[in-house]
């Protein structure tokens, strides 16, 4: 589990890093800071409670739809970044849930942290 919320941090801290070294438009720039810190957020407390995890998978999910939406779309290289690092998220957010879930119902909770 440790490597997947390293995975998320590090897929936050990119897409703020990354939304500054495109300059796109307002709009853009701030999704995406917010939606960064949203997930490097949430992957420092999904040891303590996996039921955050669903934040990060539903972050992931809103970068892809974010990126057809015409008032925020800025240029083909950021909306490709958001649709890869979406997905990223997206799937990292949900096997860090699903992972924390299958411990809770086998009883190894303890262990999968």
Do not use: C, Y
């Not at 699903?98 to 809770?104: E, S």
């Amino acid at each position: 589990m440790q490597a997947k919320r390293w995975t998320l941090g590090i897929l936050g801290l990119w897409l703020i890093l990354a939304t500054f070294l495109t300059l796109g438009s307002t709009g853009h720039l701030w999704n995406d800071v917010i939606v960064g810190a949203i997930v490097a957020l949430t992957s420092l407390t999904v040891g303590e409670r996996g039921g955050w995890s669903w934040l990060a998978g539903l972050a992931g999910v809103w970068l892809i739809v974010a990126g057809f939406i015409p008032a925020l779309v800025t240029g083909s290289g950021l909306i490709w970044n958001n649709l890869i690092v979406g997905a990223l998220v997206a799937t990292a957010g949900l096997a860090v849930g699903g992972q924390r879930d299958k411990a809770t119902r086998t009883g190894t909770a303890g262990a999968a942290q």
